[in-house]
């Protein structure tokens, strides 16, 4: 063939309107991936059957609207188009190198494509991390030298990447997927060629579909943050083996979540599958069980299979979510009705139950042999009439969060009319509505009905209360993890903990080479944080035991103190009931001895000595381990000596809100008896929440601390009390740097403090938290309209900047991503608002960049409290690593100005004068 070039054609450019899109490179190096101006195909050939031919082919055969170059070294030419030797001799300056060679070349292929400023590449090869440590130092070599040029990479070891709705097709899959509004993202690439094949039969479409392979950069939070923008994908599902960085996917998928849904098959649910991911892609799998903890904490619904990963895409596409789990079933045969019925209860759902007023509609509509119950079976001879009027019937209920429409066909059926009847309720319910239209070639037409309308329809009825279920699930959480919560209740209150002191205590057991706490010193780490813990003596010696009951009072329990052991009762290390000082002494000597027999010389260094206690309550635990992929992972239910055998427990990951708490008791059997059963009282359950917030925020701030465990807590409806206690911490020669931390970033206690304004009223600076949203409202309401106009240049009504769904983005920061800082009076009883200020410091994605924004209300403007709130976040933007801060402000706004000017801002004029851009270097 003879050599030519490609005729360039039309591209559109990047949408300069994007609120992210900013000056750092790190927003285009990402659309450079998938949606570049000009390829370059480094190891294009025209071999057959190879993947370098079948990538080009692709790129050329695909109108994405871009360029491609081949680069091969010893070829002039690749499917007749001109070909280049390296990098460096590509005419034109290249948006994304597609990568086929082997291995051990591509550190210097992207070393080219630093120097040469290309922003984004995919790397198809295989021979990294998956083949052992020589593989996993290349790609050490390859991610330090992108990371250099901020130049973002795809793979390695994958299928490539394929946008159908701009035609790019960047793969070696055997053709171009039809366009859609699902972005698709998987860990397999021989996942994505099935899938891919299954999707034509389906006539299921993407707007993104993406093979990231080994993820040596790019990852699922880069990937669902970009897909998240995407105003082309409206549901975003994922194909997981392993989860890379946790706290990246946990903060991308909690802030996408709540605009779209994102849906995870994640295999490794058994141990054999767990083992059989972990070898294809050379990562670690944890706890499955964690994992459903993380994916619930982060608003993503996990599904088991394939096809039930596209349907519940399409189905929360379609339908709004429920705001309950009670489903009205209306069908024409009653068989089905129960199918559905034992789905939707098996799968957590609820029949909706109707009210006297539903009942006698229903029966002025349907015919004197109707079910008369949820499932309504309105009979086999249903006209599309009786279905529209008992749907609308139905729909009416107040008890009713959804609708299920099952349909047969039967000889007097009419599928398509039906259909048609049901359409005008596929919108403006505002609860979802779900079809089962069952049966073959008869009901064909009425599905397709169904689907123009936006009723997703679904083969079986077992299927279509599942996916009612599913979305419960999904909005229940979502509901959850933004639910603003009450503050911490409960024994110490919003008393701040004693961080001083278990630092301390940890910092001198580190230096003896001690990994295992005392009991004594274990609870003294709780007490810090404000958890009741039973008094304890600790006595070396039978007289100090003897005197140390004496002041207890008997009758006293005496436990083994040991630097060394940490489960008593392994090696007879408790005595209970002792009701004299002549029992105290020989359980002394029978702890001593029994510990010596058991574990030898050295460990037995005295005993606790404490009050018995009546164990009338619930004997509870809560504790906290390390999980090798989300780190600290905190666990609640039952307690007591056999709770290894009942496994009566739930997971979350800390730090928990007031909320979240409740809900992980709720996750129990033991639940139940919380509430008080046969008689006996509950327990404060608003006050073991407050204290489970707090035993989550000692987890999260002592990462030297590897297991705490509290077993039992007895908990009753007198009090809280901690019996027993352990604490086992990480290595002492394992440096601070290299211990895991929390998936979800803790509350940034160390940017909070006291400040005195100009006429001398103290008041506390300290980032936001969920809890604070009353108070933020209650903010507002003091602001006036000339100050609410400056900040954002336009009228907002109160109601508008008061509704939860607002607030919640305000209150509810993921510290990694944004940290808001409110100023409050340390005094609110001199009557000042118990909020003045609020500034907020926002990451902006993919760069070094932040923005700023602050707004003081009335009563403190004037008093210094705006440029402190400044200096503040631009003081915990240089902590956190940012080099450069941009602001906006109106220009008649000039006290602002003149303190952004102190400050040492530079201004710029925007192109309609309406705002100046602000701008601060912070290196």
Known sequence: MPDTQPQKQEWPPLDPTSDLIFRGRGRRAMDSIFGPRTVAVVGATEKEGSVG????????????????FPVNAKRTSVLGIKAYPDLASVPEKVDLAVVITPAPAIPGIIGQCVELGIPGAVIISAGFKEIGEEGARLEREILAMAQRGRMRIVGPNCLGVMSPVTGLNATFAAGMARPGKVGFISQSGALCTAILDWSFEQNVGFSHFVSVGSMIDVGWGDLIYYLGDDPRTESIVIYMESIGNARAFLSAAREVALTKPILVIKPGRTAQAAKAAASHTGSLTGSDEVLDAAFERS???????????????????????????????????????????????????????????????????????????????????????????????????????????????????????????????????????????????????GREVLQRAGIPNFEYPDEAARAFSNMWRFSDNLNALYQTPSLAGGPGGEAPPDRAAVADLVGRARERSRTILTEAESKAVLAAYGIPVIRSVVAATEAEAVEGARAIGYP??????????????????????????????????????????????????????????????????????????????????????????????????????????????????????????????????????????RFSQLVV????????????????????????????????????????????????????????????????????RPEDEPRVARYHETLSARTVYLRYLQEVKLSQRIAHDRLRRICFNDYDREIALVAESADPGEGAAPVVGIGRLTRLRWTPEGRIALMVTDLFQGQGLGSEILRRLLAVAKSEGLERILMEVAPDNLPVMKMLERAGFRFEEKADRKLLHAELALK
């Open 556 to 693: 006293v329990v005496l436990k083994i103190h040991s630097e060394t052991i940490t489960h008593k009762t392994d090696v007879g290390g408790v005595k209970l009931n002792l009701t004299d000082a002549s029992e105290v002494r020989a359980a002394f000597n029978a702890i001593r001895n029994a510990v010596e027999a058991k574990a030898g010389t050295g460990h037995f260094l005295g005993v606790n000595v404490q009050p018995m206690v009546r164990l009338a309550g619930n004997e509870l635990i809560l504790g906290s381990s390390i999980d090798p992929q989300f780190g600290p992972v905190m666990l609640f239910g039952a307690g007591g000596s056999l709770v290894e055998v009942f496994r009566d427990r739930a997971l979350a990951l800390p730090p928990l809100t007031s909320t979240l708490a409740r809900r992980m008791m709720e996750r129990t059997r033991i639940h139940r008896a919380l509430g008080g059963v046969r008689g006996a009282k509950p327990v404060d359950l608003d006050a073991l929440a407050g204290l489970m917030v």
């Open 701 to 768: 701030e002592n990462p030297r601390i590897r297991e705490i465990d509290i077993n039992p807590l007895l908990a009753s409806a007198e009090n809280l009390l901690a019996l027993d206690a352990r604490v086992v911490l990480h290595d002492p020669a394992v440096p601070d740097a290299a211990l895991p931390r929390p998936a979800i970033r803790p509350y940034p206690w160390q940017y909070a403090g006291e400040w005195k304004a100009r006429d001398g009223s103290l008041l506390r600076i300290r980032p936001i």
């Open 299 to 445: 608003g993503v619904l996990r599904v088991d299979d394939i096809a039930e990963l596209f349907a519940m895409a399409e189905t929360l596409a379609m339908q709004p979510r429920p705001k309950g789990p009670r489903l009205t079933i209306v069908t024409n045969a009653g068989g089905p009705g129960v199918l559905a019925t034992d789905a939707l209860i098996t799968s957590g759902g609820r029949l909706a139950e109707f009210t006297p007023a539903t009942m006698a509609a229903f029966d002025a509509i349907l015919p004197a042999t109707w079910s008369r119950n949820n499932p309504v079976d309105i009979i086999g001879d249903a006209t599309p009439e009786r279905y529209a009027k008992a749907l609308e019937v139905a729909a009416a209920d107040p008890g009713s969060d959804g609708l299920l429409v099952v349909l047969t066909p039967q000889d007097m059926t009419d599928p398509t009319r039906i259909a048609e009847e049901l359409r005008p309720l596929a919108t403006g319910l505002g609860k979802p509505i779900l079809a089962s239209w069952m049966g073959g070639i008869h009901v064909k037409a």
């Open 53 to 68: 031919r079948t990538i080009l082919w692709n790129l050329i055969s695909s109108p994405f609207g871009g360029v491609v």
